[in-house]
């Protein structure tokens, strides 16, 4: 997933205070407690039942849930249609992150902080029931079509942290035609196409950003999520904060 969106909109990229704008249509989630990411593939046979679950998840308001497909199940014979190199080395690095070698499908983290087996519903209720985001991010649109920003600081935090746009597709139906799942049609939901990194959180003035909305959502992407994470050593830690739209 290139960062070359960056280049693009970095110029609108404002360190200061919020700006005004007009509240945002469509649907917003704009105080969630937890954003979920699931590592799943098409080619494997223990998926599905958390892709399953990753959907009820996202209907919940409180929940920002994101589908990164692999790409090493894809020698099995069935190359996910959506599958990319960067989600499998966004899942290692976690992994290296917490010190281990270790990554399988479905695996689902929870505000970058730990893992739980993405289709174990008891452990993935256990994990979002003690959840918390703690930097508000508000997002909005005005009349010239411009995304608008909004990130509250946080004075007694000493580090600052990434801003990331992460874009999405809402729905996607995929018949798989051969491997473990072979003869399957699978609606997946929340499917990463993306992630741009578009600036740096500044924990004592916050940040504000103005982003064209086109440039940020195009076809097929239809959603889109701000993301505030921290990184250590070049490695994703803790999410702080996120907002998401979809159009």
Not at 75 to 87: E, V
Not at 91 to 113: C, D, F, H, M
């Amino acid at each position: 997933m290139k960062n070359s969106l960056r280049h693009k909109i970095s110029f609108g990229l404002v360190m200061s205070a919020a700006l005004a704008a007009p509240a945002m249509a469509g649907e917003v989630k704009a105080a969630p407690k937890a954003v979920v990411e699931l590592f799943t593939s098409q080619g494997c046979s223990s998926c599905p039942p958390a892709d399953a679950l990753l959907k009820n998840i996202e209907a919940r308001p409180d929940v920002i849930a994101l589908a990164y497909h692999v790409d090493y199940w894809d020698y099995i014979g069935w190359p996910d249609t959506f599958g990319a190199k960067d989600n499998t080395d966004r899942q290692q690095a976690y992994a290296k992150a917490w010190g281990s070698s270790n990554i399988y499908t479905p695996e689902l983290v929870v505000n970058g902080r730990k893992d739980v087996v993405g289709s174990n519903k008891p452990e993935v209720d256990g994990a979002l029931s003690q959840a918390s985001l703690e930097v508000p991010v508000a997002l909005s649109i005005d009349s010239d079509n411009m995304l608008h920003v909004s990130i509250n600081g946080k004075a007694d935090e000493e580090h600052g942290a990434g801003v990331w746009l992460v874009t999405y597709i809402t729905k996607a139906p995929v018949k798989v035609e051969r491997g473990e799942n072979a003869g399957q049609t699978i609606e997946y939901t929340q499917v990463v196409t993306g992630r741009h990194i578009l600036g740096m959180w500044d924990p004592q003035s916050g940040a504000s950003l103005k982003l064209p909305l086109d440039e940020v959502l195009s076809a097929p992407s239809d959603g889109a999520v701000i993301l505030v994470q921290r990184e250590r050593d070049g490695l994703p830690g803790p999410i702080m904060g996120a907002a998401s739209f979809v159009r």
